[in-house]
């Protein structure tokens, strides 16, 4: 065997500037780190970091035919994915920088914050961007951990169907470890003991990232419920991050992403509005209905129109 070819002709290292500047770009729009990008090109993390900083020394051509097979196939998938109604509020900002070193490190993580506060919506755009995330939604109806288990068997399209739980269990493990994917659990406070110790055995057996999104209620509970054992599923979760607040430049952000131009009185308006219980998503579902009142029925776009569609929610 010839052994590995390491110098190369000056034109071998010339750049392709176009495809440089698409690497970057798409770097950027994706949100995805260094590291997540060159697992997904197929190159070593080294690699990526020296070309866009312009100093790779081995066989560039080769590199970027990789880079633009790459670039091909996910960027009609990142025009696609984009949702317009999503913006990198201050606490989206939170929630990505949890979500991203879980999924970068293999870590455990935990998010909590009050209804509203686009925690949901950022775990969601994170999924777009990252498809092979696995984001699942607990509810009073999915919490046990026999429906938990049959809901990341059908995630990982693993038989799951009159099985016993012990098997699904060991091919959901087999299935998560050939590509370690993310696992995003929203409204994670409504999950039973049980549920999370079928997630912290997963979590123990493949070594892939998991974050836990919720209320307040998760973590008192973590915290405060002697009845069982969490000190072993706590240890676990070195991210631990909280939000609780909204401001104002969020909510212009927010309000001009929906509806450019609007008077700085609606939207002081609507920062009131998300300090309230619901936060986010009230204010921007009273946003919604206040410009389809405008521009369906002709009502002025002006605090008044806001005012009085926010008395007839008040109870």
């Given at each position: 065997m010839l052994p590995e070819r390491?110098?190369?002709?000056?034109?071998?290292?010339?750049?392709?500037?176009?495809?440089?500047?698409r690497l970057t770009r798409?770097?950027?729009?994706?949100?995805?780190?260094?590291?997540?990008?060159a697992a997904a090109i197929g190159v070593s993390y080294t690699s990526i970091g020296d070309y866009l900083n312009q100093k790779y020394k081995a066989n560039v051509r080769v590199l970027e035919n990789k880079i633009t097979t790459f670039l091909?196939?996910?960027?009609g998938n990142l025009q696609r994915s984009k949702n317009p109604e999503f913006c990198r509020i201050s606490p989206s900002e939170i929630i990505w920088q949890v979500l991203q070193a879980c999924d970068e490190n293999g870590e455990m993580g935990a998010v909590i914050g009050p209804s509203g506060m686009a925690k949901t919506k950022t775990g969601r755009e994170y999924q777009r961007k990252n498809p092979v995330t696995i984001f699942i939604t607990a509810s009073p109806t999915v919490?046990?951990?026999?429906?938990m288990l049959r809901a990341l068997a059908n995630q990982v399209s693993a038989?799951?169907?009159?099985?016993?739980?012990?098997?699904?269990?060991?091919?959901?493990?087999?299935?998560?470890?050939?590509?370690?994917?993310?696992i995003v659990i929203d409204e994670s406070q409504y999950m039973l003991w049980e549920s999370f110790e079928i997630v912290r055995n997963i979590y123990d057996s493949v070594g892939m990232g998991v974050v836990f999104l919720g209320t307040v209620r998760l973590?008192?509970?973590?915290?405060?419920?002697?009845?069982y054992d969490w000190d072993?599923?706590?240890s676990r979760v070195t991210f631990r991050r909280s939000i609780s607040e909204i401001n104002y430049e969020d909510i212009k952000m927010v309000a001009d992403s929906i509806?450019?131009?609007?008077?700085?009185r609606c939207i002081d308006f609507l920062y009131h509005v998300a300090q309230e219980p619901g936060r986010l998503r009230v204010m921007t579902d009273l946003l919604k209905k206040a410009i389809k009142f405008h521009e369906v029925y002709g009502a002025k776009l002006d605090i008044n129109l806001f005012k009085e569609l926010k008395n007839m929610n008040d109870f």
């Open positions: 390491i110098f190369t002709t000056e034109l071998e290292r010339r750049y392709n500037e176009s495809i440089l500047t798409w770097k950027e729009e994706s949100g995805n780190s260094l590291r997540k990008l091909d196939n996910k960027e919490r046990s951990f026999s429906k038989p799951n169907s009159n099985m016993a739980l012990d098997d699904i269990m060991y091919r959901v493990i087999e299935k998560l470890k050939g590509f370690r994917p993310l973590y008192s509970r973590m915290k405060g419920d002697t009845r072993q599923l706590l509806y450019p131009g609007l008077p700085k």
